[in-house]
Each structure stands twice: as structure tokens, then as C-alpha cells.
């Protein structure tokens, strides 16, 4: 079966680019600020995008994201709120690959074959689930795959040759490589030390390879894209999001287009990058 | 398993994954993973090595000042004029509570393991007073995030912290008490993966952290099953603990549950009562869901988002439970019930005044539940509860609630 981020990754792969792969959190500062920024992602050049679902305890986030979770709850955010986002995406756009990545307490509340069903009724392509590893697997990654949606597994430095294997056994989509042992938004990797840990994992795995945490500015991303299959930049574009807000926090009339400028920068990095690199 | 089906032993768990029942598990992002295999790993060494329980031992008697007496408070049993009631006076322990049988526990095995930099979540401060005090006895840095509600509340136990030469970091994220305390320490733990080890102070977190959280706790209710039998002759008819994450009542409640004569009951805190929302028992007011690395009881809201629990009591004031809790409570082995915020206020003045023992708030829940049912036993029935922590802590906080300007 192929999926829309298969397909989006060998579209990429074919053009001998990388992907961009941008996060936002759904609902963040509220429904409406959000869907004008998620819909302007493709256009501004986001090949994957990220859909955080707000967590009240977003144990392995940094404070850009936690407090972007907090915006969102603040103004209402459920988990149906961030599936009609989807829905509405998805009435314009049929090709962006969309991924929900958060914890895994609010998914099992609602009921996990609920909540599968919801997602793929509203056209969500894949999961990240930060606190579920290998481990328990039975939880959710099974039944997501067995419901046709891609289970993107975190790989980190942590994680040794040993256990590589067991990581990647039942991930799909792409691998997400968490470029530092920290939280979102926190220490900038080194592109070396970010190519050597791809080349490692790709000695494990086909698919392809994004890596994410700590990328902030076009030329990072840049740099990484240099070194992966796609870079994935979170912290900096929800940063933007919080200097846009009024003061009764909503997006500004200019916000949406002001982050979305910085969307524009950032994947000129990472599109650019290897067209740079053969220079 | 069926709740109410009977085992033929309640002591075995957990499983392999780590879980009891259907709670427990290892809900940790994939950069911890290998560090809970490792410290699973090392404790499963540990347990085996007469070494490690050898150096326990002599700490725990020369250090902690165990074992804590199995007291008879006669006057507060003739006061219910019913079940005669032991104290296992935990509040006498180095540090003023149970507290320090984890960590003296914890921190052999981060010794074991190499390493090199201690970091633990405190609610009230018990736990990070205790963290620091074996920190400092072994020359080890240590970092203590405490919600920055919490630092402002418990000023005290702040300040014994860094005379202990701990650093405390006030969490400001979340709503800045106990659950974003650990949240806090488990971002610390990612960030520091080599170096640092992570100090959970209750029974609750990733396997295997429940279950080696119990073992060390489970020398109260060992000592207090051979002193019962020395002083009585006997086993109690009932064990009453107090529960917030719930370690003083696990390791009370641990070598008694084959003991089917015994009836055990956790008291939860009530806060302004159940029915108001304003609480603290997971058991009785929450429902399933994962956080903080295990499946387990929670307080949280329709969208499975976490509640902030509401306790009198900083230290029972979390909005989840020990998972081995949440599966004695299904399978019906130990009974949960809860004791409100006024309960707990008017049973801290009761032992104060009657038996010259000022405890914490916490186990003021415990003997809250205590004053609701020895008045109804015969007086050839014997009640032991846990004070699992002395009260020096809340005398500010106490005051205040009784409206007395200090």
C-alpha cells in the first residue's frame, strides 16, 4: 500500500530534493488562527506537516511547544477540533501528507479504534506518538497500521545499533531522528554528527530519514536537508505564531502571513540545500 | 483476569512489560527507553547481591534510624473507645518521613550504576529534603524541580534542601505543582541521559520504578508484621495508609496482601469532598489513562487532558497513583476510600492534643478514616496505620487554616 507520504517522499527523492517537514499544534492561539496557518503550509512550502495535539503534560517538549499546547487548550482545543482541522484541509489540499504527533493519554481516552476511525475518516495519514515506544507496540501502532496509517517511530541517540532493529520494526512513512538526547526546541545539532547517525540508521532501513529538534533558521535546515531526507522545524515556527498574537491573543490580521513568510525562508533552506551543496 | 477473582498470591507482579493488570507499563519517549532497560537491569543485579542489601541494611539502621518503633497510642484508642491502634511510626525516620527508605535504596543503585548527578520532583518537599540528604551524604550534586506554587507554599522544606547543598529549580510550566515538577525532571533526564539519575520519589512512573519504589518501601510493613507479631501475637485485622502517589501505603500494605484475614484500606484525599471536583483521588474520581511513563488511575477531563488534583495536603496533591494501586483497587484485594481536607485538619489537632505527636497532613487522611471506623470494631481488633511523615512542615499552613496569625 502507498501512502501519501511514501509518495510524497519518492516525489521528492525523484527531484533529488528533501522534504521540509513543518509543526504547528492544533487550535494554536485557537481553531480559526490555526487553519489559516495550516492551510498556507503547502504554498509556502511544506512538503509534510505535523499537527500537534495539545497536551496539557507534553513531557518531552521544550517551552515553545508547551506553551503553544497551553495557548491551544486555553482557547478550547479538543482532539475532535483537531481532526475538523484536518477534514478542512483536506477539502483543498488531497496530496500534503499530514501526521498527528502528541501523547498518548488523550488518544486512549477517547478510545483507540475511535479515534484511528476519526483520523482516517479525516484524511490523517500518519501518527507520532512521543510516549509510546517499541515496547507497546499492541497499544496503538498496530492497530494504526492494521487501519492503513503510517506509526512514525522516534529514533535518538540513545537509541544503539541493538536496539535500531526493534525501533524500526513496525514504523513506516518515514523515521523521525530526534537530532539531540533533550527536548523540543532546545540544542542545535551538529550537521556532522547528524549525517553519521542517518548513515546509521540507514544501514537498518529503506525508508526515509527526517530529523528534527533544534532547527531554527534556513540555514540549519539547510544543513541538515544536506544530510537527510527531510528536516523537520517545530519550536521556531510556533515562536513566530506567539509574536503574532493581539493582545487578546489571536492571531494579528498580518500574523498567518508573517509566520508563514518564515515557512517561506525556511524551505528555501532546506529545497535549496543540495542544489547549494553541488555548487 | 476477572476483578474479584482470587489469586493465589497478590505479591507476584508485575509481568515482564512491567505491568499489574492492566496498569504499569513503560509510556517513555524512545531517548529514556534505553535508560529504564539499563536501571531495570541493574536493580535486577542489585536485588541478587548480598552487597547491596548488606550496605542498605547498615544505612537504614545507622542513617535512617530504623527500624521505626511500632507504637500502641492507647489514649487515641481510648478515645474511639474501639479497635486498639498501632502506629508505625515512619515520622521518626531520618528526615521526618518514609521518604528516606527510597532514597537510601535509589541511591546505592545510582552508585552502582556510575552515576554521577541526582535529579528528583518534590510536592511538598519531603521527597526533595530526602533526595538531598542522600545526595549530600554521597558528595552527589542534585537538582530538585518543585512546582514554583509548591516552593512558594513550603518554604521550610526549601530552605532544607539547600542547606543540603541541593539546587531547587521552581517550575513555572504547567500549573507549577507536582505533575509539572516531574514533568520537568523527566525533560532534565532526557537532556542529561548520561550522567544523571532520575530519583522518583513514589511508586508511580515507568517500570521499573513502581516495583523498585515498593521493595524499598516494603521494610515498613516487614518490620511492622514481626513487631505486631512480638507485641500482639498476631496479625492487625485492618492496615489504614494515606495515598497520593501512594509509596508509604504500598510498602505498609506489600507483606501483608497474602494475608487474607487482613483488611486494607488506602485513604485517598477527599479535598472539599468527591463530589465537588476539588480532590485528589484518582482511585475514586479518576479513570484510567497514561502519564508519567505508566497506565494508571488519573484525574482528567472529558479529552483526556490531566486535572490538577486539590489536597489540603501538598503531598497527596497529584492527579494520578501508583499503577500496583489502581490494580489492587480493581481486583478488590485492598479497599479505597477517601478523607476530606476539614478530616484531616480536626485528626492533625486529635493526635497532637491526645497523643503528643504532631504528624503531617498526609497520614492525617489515614487516621481520619481511622476515627470513622475503630469506634465501630471491638476492642479485641487491632487497627495499624501508617504516619508516614511528622508535621513540623505544615504548622504554617495549618495555622492559616484554622485562622491563627503566627
Known amino acids: ?279 | 483476569m476477572d476483578a474479584g477473582s482470587k489469586l493465589n498470591s497478590y505479591r507476584t507482579g508485575p509481568d515482564e512489560r512491567g505491568r499489574f493488570g492492566i496498569f504499569g507499563g513503560r509510556f517513555v519517549a524512545e531517548t529514556l527507553m534505553p535508560l529504564i532497560l539499563d536501571l531495570e537491569k541493574a536493580y535486577d543485579a542489585a536485588k541478587e547481591d548480598p552487597a547491596f542489601h548488606a550496605e542498605l541494611q547498615h544505612m537504614n539502621t545507622h542513617y535512617a534510624g530504623r527500624p521505626s518503633p511500632l507504637y500502641f497510642a492507647e489514649r487515641l484508642t481510648e478515645h474511639f473507645g474501639g479497635a486498639k491502634i498501632y502506629l508505625k511510626r515512619e515520622e521518626l525516620n531520618h528526615t521526618g518521613s518514609h521518604k528516606i527508605n527510597n532514597c537510601l535504596g535509589q541511591i546505592q543503585l545510582a552508585r552502582r550504576m556510575g552515576k554521577t548527578r541526582i535529579i528528583a520532583e518534590t510536592g511538598a518537599g519531603q521527597h526533595g529534603v530526602a533526595s538531598a540528604t542522600v545526595a549530600a551524604r554521597y558528595g552527589l550534586p542534585c537538582v530538585v524541580y518543585m512546582g514554583a506554587t509548591d516552593v512558594e507554599r513550603q518554604k521550610p522544606n526549601v530552605f532544607r534542601m539547600k542547606l543540603l547543598g541541593a539546587e531547587v529549580v521552581p517550575v513555572t510550566s504547567g500549573s507549577g505543582t507536582l505533575k509539572d515538577a516531574m514533568n520537568e525532571a523527566l525533560r532534565d533526564w532526557v537532556t542529561n541521559v548520561d550522567d544523571t539519575y532520575y530519583l522518583i520519589g513514589t511508586v508511580a512512573g515507568p517500570h521499573p520504578y513502581p516495583a523498585m519504589v515498593r521493595d524499598f518501601q516494603s521494610v515498613i510493613g516487614t518490620e511492622a508484621k514481626v513487631q505486631m507479631q512480638e507485641m500482639e501475637g498476631r496479625l492487625p485485622d485492618t492496615l489504614v495508609a494515606c495515598i497520593g502517589g501512594g509509596s508509604n501505603a504500598m510498602g505498609l500494605f506489600h507483606p501483608f496482601l497474602d494475608d487474607e484475614s487482613v483488611e486494607v484500606i488506602g485513604v485517598e484525599a477527599g479535598g472539599h469532598g468527591i463530589e465537588t471536583g476539588q480532590h485528589s483521588a484518582s482511585i475514586l474520581g479518576g479513570s484510567p489513562g497514561v502519564l508519567h511513563g505508566n497506565r494508571t488511575n488519573l484525574l482528567q477531563d472529558a479529552d483526556g487532558q490531566i486535572l490538577e488534583g486539590h489536597s489540603i495536603s501538598a503531598g497527596l496533591d497529584y492527579p494520578g497513583i501508583g499503577p500496583e494501586h489502581s490494580w489492587l483497587a480493581d481486583i478488590g484485594r485492598v479497599k479505597y476510600v477517601a478523607a476530606t481536607d476539614k478530616e484531616a485538619l480536626e485528626a492533625f489537632q486529635l493526635l497532637s492534643k491526645i497523643e503528643g505527636i504532631i504528624p503531617a497532613l498526609e497520614p492525617c487522611h489515614a487516621l481520619a478514616h481511622v476515627a470513622k471506623i475503630a469506634p465501630t470494631m471491638s476492642k479485641d481488633q487491632i487497627i495499624l496505620v501508617c504516619l508516614s511523615g511528622r508535621g513540623d512542615k505544615d504548622v504554617f499552613s495549618v495555622a492559616e487554616h484554622l485562622g491563627v496569625t503566627l
Open chain 1, 1 to 279: 500500500m502507498s501512502t501519501r507520504l511514501d509518495k510524497r517522499f519518492a516525489k521528492l527523492k525523484a527531484e533529488g530534493r528533501s522534504a521540509f517537514v513543518t509543526f504547528i499544534t492544533a487550535c494554536d492561539p485557537d481553531f480559526d488562527g490555526s487553519f489559516e496557518v495550516l492551510k498556507g503550509l503547502p504554498a509556502a512550502g511544506a512538503d509534510v506537516i505535523e499537527l500537534g495535539m495539545p497536551f496539557t503534560d507534553p513531557m518531552a517538549d521544550g517551552p515553545a511547544i508547551q506553551a503553544s499546547s497551553q495557548r491551544a487548550l486555553k482557547a478550547g482545543a479538543t482532539m475532535h477540533k483537531t481532526l475538523e482541522l484536518v477534514t478542512r484541509f483536506r477539502k483543498d489540499d488531497h496530496d500534503t501528507p499530514i501526521v498527528l504527533m502528541g501523547y498518548y493519554n488523550p488518544i486512549y481516552h477517547m478510545g483507540v479504534d475511535k479515534f484511528l476511525a476519526a483520523a482516517k475518516g479525516a484524511g490523517v495519514d500518519g501518527l507520532i506518538v512521543v510516549d509510546l515506544p517499541p515496547e507497546e507496540d499492541d497499544e496503538l501502532c498496530e492497530p494504526a497500521m492494521k487501519a492503513g496509517l503510517n506509526f512514525i517511530r522516534l529514533a535518538t541517540p540513545t537509541t544503539d545499533d541493538r536496539r535500531l532493529p526493534a525501533v524500526l520494526a513496525n514504523t513506516s512513512g518515514f523515521v523521525y531522528y530526534v537530532s539531540i538526547n533533550g527536548i523540543t526546541g532546545s540544542a542545535s545539532p551538529q550537521a556532522r554528527d547528524v549525517a553519521a547517525a542517518v548513515a546509521r540508521i540507514k544501514r537498518h532501513t529503506s525508508l526515509p530519514v527526517a530529523v528534527g529538534f533544534g532547527i531554527r533558521t534556513p540555514e540549519q535546515a539547510a544543513a541538515i536537508a544536506r544530510a537527510a531526507d527531510g528536516a523537520v522545524v517545530g519550536s521556531a515556527i510556533v515562536d513566530a505564531i506567539a509574536q503574532e498574537l493581539d493582545s487578546a491573543g489571536k492571531l494579528k490580521s498580518t500574523g498567518a502571513a508573517k509566520v508563514l513568510a518564515l515557512v517561506s525562508d525556511l524551505a528555501r533552506g532546506v529545497h535549496n540545500a543540495r542544489a547549494t551543496a553541488a555548487e
